[in-house]
Structures are given as structure tokens and as C-alpha cells.
T-cell receptor
Framework: RKEVEQDPGPFNVPEGATVAFNCTYS??????FFWYRQDCRKEPKLLMS???SGNEDGRFTAQLNRASQYISLLIRDSKLSDSATYLC???????????FGRGTSLIVHP | GAGVSQSPRYKVAKRGQDVALRCDPI?????LFWYQQALGQGPEFLTY????????KSGLPSDRFFAERPEGSVSTLKIQRTQQEDSAVYLCASRGGAGNTIYFGEGSWLTVV
């Protein structure tokens, strides 16, 4: 079992839709969590950190569920420009090394 | 510099050739990471430096892979006797300050033919 698991998708949604991705992690002692966005043939870029209390940035909401060991990303009012791969990132256990999931592909169509 | 810089951006190597990939991290960033990303996969950890010390190299796939950061700034990832399965994007990232955020370079795209 991989340490960070994501459904690769693709998630194919119309503009304006709400879409949510989950990511599970294996080590309950993990402390730091992030969502990165990666466009085709580009490097990953930080979308948002995930805090224990949950956090929101515009149309994006991230949540952490420690009991079930997953993090989620909710995108409201999807835009065409949201089409990308969303990477879940966890510092496993007490490690300083970020471990990436394989990513979830989102395609927003007109 | 303003961001993480990697070179070359694209490299085509003949099987058996040695390659060297360079990473220039964000100025002052103590931590430096190398990742390998195959098509359709997430970045896979290769190795981690804190200043000039290589603290973790558990992700290097074989002894053909070697990384160094002799002065705690620029890092080089070397791959000896390249094989076709080495074809991937090699991403360098750096981290500094009090935050946990890592910042990536644009990657070095390696194709072994």
C-alpha cells in the first residue's frame, strides 16, 4: 500500500460544478499536509496548505480528517482554468520529506 | 535568484551515456530535494540535502544515481550508464525559512534512447 493514495480520475465536470477530491495517508503521526497543482508539462505549484481546522481560499476549501486519515479538496464553481492535476502531499510521520500522491486529474469542460 | 533554476531543461542521452543535471535553489534555502516524475505519476522522492549534508538518499533507485551539493547551494544529480527506464522528468525543489512549503524548478526532461 502506498503512503499517500489518490484516485487518479480523470474527473470530468462542467463549468460551474462543484467537485471534491480525497487523499488518504497511511501514517497517523503525519503532521503537514498540502495540495499542489500541476499543469501539463509544468512543475507542481503550491495550491494551499491544509490546516487541522480546515481552510478556505476563494473557491477552494481544504479539510483534514485525522481520525480517518484523509485530506480533501473542494472546488466550487469550477472554471475551465481549473483543469489540471491536483497532487496531495504529506510529510509522512515526523519526516521533513514531502511525499506525493500520484495526482488526480480534473478536466473542466464548457 | 527568484526561483529554483534547473538545467538542462531537455536532455536526450544514448543508453549507456552519463548525464549530469544541475539545480540552483532559491537563494538562502537550506533544504534541497530531488524527485523523479514518470508520465502519469506523482513525483517520487530521490534524495534530500540540508545545506551540504545529504541526509536521505533512500529514494535513489540504484547505485548509478549520485547527488551532491558540495557548498550547500547548487546541487548536481548524476546518472551513470543511463538506461531507458531512467527516462523521466527530474524535479528539484528547495525549502527555506520557517515554512514547510517547497518550491519546484521547471524540471529536467531526460529521454534515454
Amino acid at each position: 500500500r502506498k503512503e499517500v493514495e489518490q484516485d487518479p480520475g480523470p474527473f470530468n465536470v462542467p463549468e460551474g460544478a462543484t467537485v471534491a477530491f480525497n487523499c488518504t495517508y497511511s501514517n497517523s503521526a503525519s503532521q503537514s499536509f498540502f495540495w499542489y497543482r500541476q499543469d501539463c508539462r509544468k512543475e507542481p505549484k503550491l495550491l494551499m496548505s491544509v490546516y487541522s481546522s480546515g481552510n478556505e481560499d476563494g473557491r477552494f476549501t481544504a479539510q483534514l480528517n485525522r481520525a480517518s486519515q484523509y485530506i480533501s479538496l473542494l472546488i466550487r464553481d469550477s472554471k475551465l482554468s481549473d483543469s489540471a492535476t491536483y497532487l496531495c502531499v504529506v510529510n509522512i510521520g515526523g519526516s521533513y520529506i514531502p511525499t506525493f500522491g500520484r495526482g488526480t486529474s480534473l478536466i473542466v469542460h464548457p | 535568484g527568484a526561483g529554483v533554476s534547473q538545467s538542462p531543461r531537455y536532455k536526450v542521452a544514448k543508453r549507456g551515456q552519463d548525464v549530469a543535471l544541475r539545480c540552483d535553489p532559491i537563494s538562502g534555502h537550506v533544504s534541497l530535494f530531488w524527485y523523479q516524475q514518470a508520465l502519469g505519476q506523482g513525483p517520487e522522492f530521490l534524495t534530500y540535502f540540508q545545506n551540504e549534508a545529504q541526509l536521505d538518499k533512500s529514494g535513489l533507485p540504484s547505485d548509478r544515481f549520485f547527488a551532491e551539493r558540495p557548498e550547500g547551494s547548487v546541487s548536481t544529480l548524476k546518472i551513470q550508464r543511463t538506461q531507458q527506464e531512467d527516462s523521466a522528468v527530474y524535479l528539484c525543489a528547495s525549502r527555506g525559512g520557517a515554512g514547510n512549503t517547497i518550491y519546484f524548478g521547471e524540471g529536467s526532461w531526460l529521454t534515454v534512447v
